[in-house]
């Protein structure tokens, strides 16, 4: 039996003995021209970029990196300390939105990384990149609801199904945010300080939304919220009701028939109505000291425009919980039904 012929690229090893190739005509006698090949040698590179995109729920399963030891080793991680320690039984959780920016946009952000790296001082630590990966894979970008807290494994369904139905029952439809800015944010800690992309309120009030709801499933399960009024405003509200000098504390009900008798001001806002979308952002770099006064105005200045022009889709809530990432869908239809989540 005779192999059948395979229509390799010519290359220039080949291309001197092209002419004593022989097509063998089938055992009917009757000699077929092959299109498939000419279309083959006649299609242009870029047939590849006809390729469908892969599902949004295929970046979910290799969200995780490698994980390389067991023990806290700043050496491993670009001197980076875990925060959290790992307790055995616990696990990470994390709450956020998600955004994969095109190659273009990455290309224009890896570019204003590596100019405010080249402007930094030497003798500090230098800004790593988010963007993309060691092996230069391009990363999605994060917006987070919750801080990295930790939940026994027998929470871990019931805290997704909680966020679940809470975010359903906002009757939340998809909606898109735009960048306003860039600066410095530190860490509660103070350990690491990250370049951010500030986000603009939305329309719909989107964000307070969500970050309201995660914080109430968050704090049902003993977890610090995130953003909450009491972090925000905290040194202000203390300082707003704190008794004078030498005086004895009040009781709640004295303090409050005070506040009044003498405070005229209009009735505050109730602190679920909040907005607080200037706290949210977008790192795209990190470092280890905290940024000079000049960088930091040099950040801040920075012209974005190509990226401020950017409308930025929403339209799920992504739960890790250890290496499991789940995505809660954004109903495009108020009266869409539950979905499920499962570990």
Do not use: C
């Not at 290359?11 to 001197?16: E, P, T």
């Amino acid at each position: 039996m005779e192999a059948a012929l395979v229509d390799y690229s010519d290359s220039n090893s080949d291309s001197d003995n092209a002419e004593d190739h022989t097509v063998h005509a089938p055992p009917d006698g009757h000699l077929k021209r092959d299109g498939n090949l000419k279309r083959k040698r006649d299609a242009p590179d870029t047939a590849i970029s006809d390729l469908p995109p892969l599902p949004a729920s295929f970046h979910d399963l290799y969200a995780s990196t490698t994980r390389v030891s067991n023990q806290d080793d700043p050496s491993m991680h670009s001197g980076r300390q875990r925060v959290t320690p790992h307790v055995e039984g616990s696990w990470p959780t994390h709450v956020y939105l998600e955004w994969h920016p095109s190659r273009i946009e990455s290309a224009i952000l890896s570019d204003v990384v590596s100019g405010l790296n080249n402007a930094h001082n030497p003798e500090d630590s230098p800004i790593h990149s988010l963007l993309k990966s060691d092996l230069g894979a391009e990363l999605p970008l994060h917006i987070s609801l919750s801080l990295p807290i930790m939940l026994l494994a027998d929470q871990r369904q019931p805290f997704a199904e909680l966020l679940e139905r809470s975010i359903l029952r906002l009757s939340l439809r998809p909606f898109a945010i735009s960048i306003k800015g860039m600066d410095w944010v530190g860490n509660q800690e103070k350990t690491r300080w990250f370049l951010v992309l500030r986000v603009a309120r939305p329309g719909n009030d989107g964000l307070s939304k969500l970050l309201r709801t995660t914080n109430k499933a968050v704090e049902t399960f003993g977890q610090p919220p995130l953003y909450s009024p009491a972090q925000v405003q905290g040194p202000r509200a203390i300082k707003s009701i704190r008794a004078p000098r030498g005086s004895r504390p009040m009781r709640g009900p004295r303090v409050h028939a005070v506040t009044r008798s003498k405070d005229r001001s209009p009735p505050r806002q109730d602190p679920n109505d909040e907005d607080l979308s200037s706290y949210f952002h977008i790192s795209i770099g990190w470092t280890l000291n905290p940024p000079s006064t000049d960088l930091t105005d040099r950040t801040r200045s920075t012209v974005l425009r190509d990226i401020m022009v950017l409308q930025i889709p929403v339209n799920a809530v992504k739960v890790k919980i250890g290496n499991n990432v789940t995505s809660i869908q954004l109903p495009t239809k108020v009266e869409e039904g539950r979905g499920l989540i499962g570990f």
